[in-house]
T-cell receptor, first 121, second 111 residues
């Protein structure tokens, strides 16, 4: 089975440009998460969706960031305008969890994509 | 106090050694916990889940101490392939899907 797919894998852009990151979750998963990872702040949850609906966007840093999920198989994270401090690795993750814990790490496990390494000059 | 705290390491150990990492969390209402592994420049992957007092999977043992609010990960008979960063993960109370990741503990296993 294909895992979570993200594109592009690397993005280098200049300050002020619009950046769009893309994610395809694992088929059948109804939760999708966007994370950002930096050396200073570690791995942070930005926003997550359930059945294509944004549930919690409290981690989105500011209005320059927006995320959409037009259908069950596609999501985007957009930064407009980009700034050098946005440079990070952005991960997308998906799960089929329903909020129940399983000790074996089964259906509630979050599966991460390979990430997009963003550099804003 | 940070929501999830880990010793950043690095832990440098020889092959075959036993190594343990600790993680403390601030939310006493958290019910389930996870250890993720992240290799250099790769994505995090689930290593183990912890719900009750502990969980064991081969060379890996995770233990939970609710009274002291800490979780530990024990790796026995370390292999070179165990070299990675180990992330302690705690769900925010009331919402399993919101995970708080620790900064990670780096492990380097040498020959």
């Amino acid at each position: 089975d294909a895992g979570v797919i993200q594109s592009p894998r690397h993005e280098v852009t200049e300050m002020g440009q619009e950046v769009t990151l893309r994610c395809k979750p694992i088929s059948g998963h109804d939760y999708l998460f966007w994370y950002r990872q930096t050396m200073m702040r570690g791995l942070e949850l930005l926003i997550y969706f359930n059945n294509n609906v944004p549930i919690d966007d409290s981690g989105m840093p500011e209005d320059r960031f927006s995320a959409k999920m037009p259908n069950a198989s596609f999501s985007t994270l957009k930064i407009q305008p980009s700034e050098p401090r946005d440079s990070a690795v952005y991960f997308c993750a998906s799960s089929d969890g329903m909020g129940r814990f399983t000790s074996g790490g089964g259906r509630d496990t979050q599966y991460f994509g390979p990430g997009t390494r963003l550099t804003v000059l | 106090r940070k929501e999830v705290e880990q010793d950043p390491g690095p832990f440098n150990v020889p092959e075959g050694a036993t190594v343990a990492f600790n993680c403390t969390y601030s939310n006493s209402a958290s019910q389930s916990f996870f250890w993720y592994r992240q290799d250099c420049r790769k994505e995090p992957k689930l290593l183990m889940s912890v719900y009750s007092s502990g969980n064991e999977d081969g060379r890996f043992t995770a233990q939970l101490n609710r009274a002291s609010q800490y979780i530990s990960l024990l790796i026995r008979d370390s292999k070179l392939s165990d070299s990675a960063t180990y992330l302690c993960v705690v769900p925010i109370s009331g919402g399993y899907n919101k995970l708080i990741f620790g900064a990670g503990t780096r492990l380097a296993v040498h020959p």
